[in-house]
């Protein structure tokens, strides 16, 4: 059972309905979001009924929720979420795109780079300071020094950052450098501190899917930071592992309407990290778009070939830019802008 509260709702209110749960003898599960405060009954929902929560002061609705996920469920809240990443809006009309290298290298390289984010017309800015990488011996990232590299080029452009957390331990350096979107990649999923401690803070986050990761567990795994009291999440589909071996992992398009009729929070697609090679970036981002997906996560880089990490898969700002005007065309034709 949730009871969903009125933006304007009180304490008191909230304790009201706290304590009529727990006359029940459920336990409670309070989940304080910037927007509003969700209060769940955790144990025999069999004992509640709305009609019991609906007339107290400072309830908007209260619902059983079949789903195992509550916060991130579609089901208590029909419309779509828009997450706002410093005045930039995700899950609206507008399809977003998110481009930028996969590591942070140098000023020089992020300049460029940056200058190629803005000039294919994309308002937001990606950069990797901390780098989960196969190998040990692999380039690791900046690390702090990226996120002031990442910081600094991106604001010569007006654009908000996102970069990847690996470690809860980094997690003041993230806001002490103002990072406007924390990504957890596909490896820490299920790293469930991990996503404990950013469903402590405000900041939006990306959770990108485990590559062996089914939906039940990814909407699972995005409860776990709504809980918290962070319910600005944005859901990244990034390719799954299967038997193919062609290419580096398979974007599941199928993931995209199923995840939008599942949860009302945005859905957005990387498809350098699905196709693992440039020349397939454009085919799947416009696949990911006309699938009816929110936004994109691109992987681009002023000289691809002296990319320090994924090299193969990045475009050149140029390549980007086609790629705006062709993905411009599709999303006009599901009826949205970008
Ligand atoms: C990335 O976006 O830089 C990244 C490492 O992605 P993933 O976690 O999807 O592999
Ligand atoms: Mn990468």
Redesign the pocket.
Known sequence: MIIVMQRQASEVDIAAVEAKIRSHGLDVHISRGIERTLIGAVGDERKLDPAMFDPMPGVEHSMHIVKPYKVVAREWHPGSTVVDVGGVPIGGSVVQVIAGP?SVETAEQMAAAAAGVAAGGARLMRG?AF??RTSPYAFQGKGVDGLRLLKNAAAGQKLPVVT?LMDARMLDSFLAWGVDVI?I???NMQNFDLLKAVGQVTVPVIL?RGMSATINEWLMAAEYIAAGGNHNIIFCE?GIRTFETAYRNVLDVTAIPVLKKETHLPVIV?PS?AGGKAWMVPALSLAAVAAGADGL?VEIHPSPKDAWCDADQALTPGEFAQLMDALRAVARAVGRDL
């Open positions: 996969c990797g780098k989960p990847e990504q990649g596909t490896r990108k990034r990387d990290h996560l």
